[in-house]
């Protein structure tokens, strides 16, 4: 049989605390934590089922929740700030903001966060400021974020969100079997050569090519220095045309 605890101690200091300390008189983040030890002592003494050292434990918590109240009147709130101000964000992405609360005093920088303007329910807003756009959140949806100091609920500040069409990873040109007809093979080359003349220095994607670009038997070839010559051939199951070229090499 589990052995029950006294709690006239913990009763005297519920009965004693609960009336002296009022909401209306302390910030709403400090009450709040000495509101949570006081109904946690109370639900105990209620189950009438806890040993004394949870007794015990239960009114140091009270205790310390009376000794954390911080009067109203201790402190103004100035303004409330979010940065980022504005964002645009795309879609199936998400965004941090952060708050700063400014004013003189003992107060809090917890805020509240919200949101409003979205269209779907994915797109959401977390207790710690981070929104997430839902993938199929419209495209230009403006969002609302908001962040309201808990110790003074008039003070508040909101950021401007643009909803942005999701953005698509860029092809990896190392893998030519990945690479479709609108990617440029050719990113960031330098032409040294064309058509087995040497360019002296001159360079441009159109010295690529020959020209012939739907004629099979012509080749693309550039030198590259080192006894290969690299050049462009037809994707695998395509008809030639402009686009569907992918990268070779071959000894010359």
Request: net charge negative; proline share 3%.
């Given at each position: 049989?589990?052995?029950?605890?006294?709690?006239?101690?913990?009763?005297?200091?519920?009965?004693?605390?609960?009336?002296?300390?009022?909401?209306?008189?302390?910030?709403?983040?400090?009450?709040?934590?000495?509101?949570?030890?006081?109904?946690?002592?109370?639900?105990?003494?209620?189950?009438?089922?806890?040993?004394?050292?949870?007794?015990?434990?239960?009114?140091?918590?009270?205790?310390?929740?009376?000794?954390?109240?911080?009067?109203?009147?201790?402190?103004?709130?100035?303004?409330?700030?979010?940065?980022?101000?504005?964002?645009?964000?795309?879609?199936?992405?998400?965004?941090?903001?952060?708050?700063?609360?400014?004013?003189?005093?003992?107060?809090?920088?917890?805020?509240?966060?919200?949101?409003?303007?979205?269209?779907?329910?994915?797109?959401?807003?977390?207790?710690?400021?981070?929104?997430?756009?839902?993938?199929?959140?419209?495209?230009?949806?403006?969002?609302?974020?908001?962040?309201?100091?808990?110790?003074?609920?008039?003070?508040t500040a909101s950021a401007t969100v643009t909803v942005t069409e999701e953005?698509?990873?860029?092809?990896?040109p190392t893998e030519p079997d990945d690479l479709d007809t609108e990617t440029?093979?050719?990113?960031?080359?330098?032409?040294?050569?064309?058509?087995?003349?040497?360019?002296?220095?001159?360079?441009?994607?159109?010295?690529?090519?020959?020209?012939?670009?739907?004629?099979?038997?012509?080749?693309?070839?550039?030198?590259?220095?080192?006894?290969?010559?690299?050049?462009?051939?037809?994707?695998?199951?395509?008809?030639?045309?402009?686009?569907?070229?992918?990268?070779?090499?071959?000894?010359?």
């Open positions: 049989m589990r052995y029950r605890g006294n709690s006239q101690r913990l009763a005297e200091l519920c009965a004693t605390f609960e009336p002296m300390y009022q909401e209306a008189d302390y910030t709403k983040a400090s009450f709040a934590a000495y509101k949570s030890a006081l109904d946690a002592a109370k639900a105990a003494m209620e189950a009438d089922d806890s040993s004394n050292y949870e007794y015990e434990q239960l009114r140091i918590a009270l205790e310390a929740g009376v000794r954390g109240l911080v009067l109203s009147s201790a402190f103004v709130i100035n303004e409330v700030t979010v940065s980022p101000a504005t964002a645009q964000v795309a879609q199936g992405k998400t965004q941090q903001f952060t708050a700063q609360v400014t004013g003189t005093g003992s107060f809090s920088q917890n805020v509240t966060w919200e949101l409003s303007g979205n269209n779907q329910e994915g797109t959401s807003l977390s207790e710690s400021g981070l929104l997430t756009v839902a993938a199929d959140e419209p495209v230009g949806t403006t969002l609302t974020v908001l962040a309201r100091s808990l110790d003074d609920e008039t003070k953005s698509v990873e860029p092809t990896d440029n093979v050719a990113l960031n080359a330098q032409v040294i050569a064309y058509n087995g003349n040497n360019l002296g220095g001159a360079s441009g994607p159109e010295k690529l090519f020959d020209g012939a670009m739907t004629d099979l038997n012509t080749d693309k070839w550039c030198v590259d220095g080192k006894r290969h010559v690299g050049g462009f051939r037809h994707r695998h199951g395509e008809e030639p045309g402009e686009g569907n070229f992918v990268p070779r090499r071959r000894k010359r």
